[in-house]
């Protein structure tokens, strides 16, 4: 099981951005695709992006294509989804999960952070 931590959440105006990041405590974090979902009050969670091993296989949701990025650093255990261009519809707490699959694809049995707030402001 891989132990997730996220933070770079906060309090943005419209038009703002935010870095947030997903860091592993323990596990084999490098080895595992990483995805970022996303929970806003009353709705389902939703996927808004994940990235692969190796890091050119990524994927958005296509509310968010051209205005977030993934990167992954693997010495330092972290990926990272950059958010530019934030919308007050981008408010909600945000999850990163690893994907606990051979294949390194986006795809399997997950382990999910704690999450961390983002409020974008109109």
């Known amino acids: 099981q891989v132990q997730l931590a996220e933070s770079g959440g906060g309090l943005v105006q419209t038009g703002g951005s935010l870095r947030l990041s997903c860091g592993a405590t323990s596990g084999s974090f490098n080895s595992y695709a990483i995805g970022w979902f996303r929970q806003a009050p009353g709705q389902e969670r939703e996927g808004v992006s994940c990235?692969?091993?190796?890091?050119?296989?990524?994927w958005y949701a296509d509310s968010v294509k051209g205005r977030f990025t993934n990167s992954r650093d693997n010495a330092q255990k972290s990926v990272y989804l950059q958010m530019n261009s934030l919308l007050p519809e981008d408010t909600a707490v945000y999850y990163c999960?690893?994907?606990?699959?051979?294949?390194?694809?986006?795809?399997?049995?997950?382990?999910w952070g704690q999450g961390t707030q983002v409020t974008v402001s109109s």
């Open positions: 990235v692969g091993v190796p890091d050119v296989h990524q």
């Open positions: 999960a690893a994907y606990r699959s051979a294949s390194g694809y986006c795809d399997g049995p997950v382990d």
